[in-house]
């Protein structure tokens, strides 16, 4: 199955979904951002791929902005060289316009993320040609209040739900790409690797995430995952 078609069954089959309070708003960028999404696949996903880097759902500011995981709007912009038009989701939140390219905030995860991956490979070809950042969950929650609700924090019905289309796809990306290692960019993504691939062979890891709201990332968070890819068996310089 091709990307582009994993892309567009994952699209309609989230938007049956409901989700209830207090989730008031949901984003899906593969859909009013999916021209920047296949963008990035098309330039830097070849196949195969040694490894899928796997974050948990889109941030703000980064892939709701941007179409791209961790899609942090600088390092999209001037490091993948990727900028095109970005639509509106359906139900905008007041508090988290979608301004595409031309919103002002940015958003750390995906500063460090990328960051880190132009530090280390300088170029992104030759970062890309042995990983890959995907994100498991493309759906963004929030609530009335603009707060961010993470995809576990959903009730069970919901959740289970969710869970299920994403494992899905998750499955058919890894079948696509075949990769060695998945590595979960943080905790909630690492588990639910584990639990959608337990039947494949392929080594399941996991790195710190670099989210602020994470004390661990805010001391060294480059030098932090050097050292636990390090201890995976992945060599990155």
């Not at 309070?21 to 963008?39: C, F, I, K, M, R």
């Amino acid at each position: 199955m091709q990307l582009h078609t994993i892309r567009k069954n994952l699209v309609k089959e989230l938007s049956a979904l409901c989700f209830t309070a207090p989730v008031t708003h949901v984003y899906n960028p593969l859909e009013y951002a999916g021209e920047s999404y296949d963008l990035y696949f098309s330039r830097y996903g070849k196949k195969p791929r040694e490894i899928i880097l796997l974050g948990m759902n889109p941030g703000p500011w980064g892939m709701a902005q941007t179409g791209v995981p961790f899609g942090e709007i600088a390092a999209v912009r001037d490091w993948l060289k990727i900028e095109v038009a970005v639509g509106k989701p359906g139900k905008e939140h007041p508090k988290r316009p979608v301004q595409g390219f031309s919103c002002s905030r940015s958003e750390v995860s995906g500063r460090r993320l990328w960051g880190w991956a132009a530090e280390c490979f300088g170029r992104p070809e030759k970062f890309f040609a042995r990983f890959l950042p995907v994100n498991y969950c493309p759906l963004l929650f929030m609530e009335e209040s603009g707060r961010n609700r993470t995809p576990d924090k959903l009730p069970k019905s919901e959740k289970n739900t969710l869970f299920r289309i994403c494992d899905s796809a998750l499955r058919l990306i890894t079948d696509y790409y075949r990769p060695q290692y998945v590595v979960g960019v943080g905790a909630f993504a690492a588990q639910r690797a584990k639990t959608a691939l337990k039947d494949k062979n392929i080594r399941i890891g996991r790195i710190t995430h670099p989210s602020p709201a994470n004390p661990k990332a805010n001391r060294g968070w480059a030098e932090t995952v050097e050292r636990e890819f390090a201890e995976m068996g992945i060599r990155t310089l």
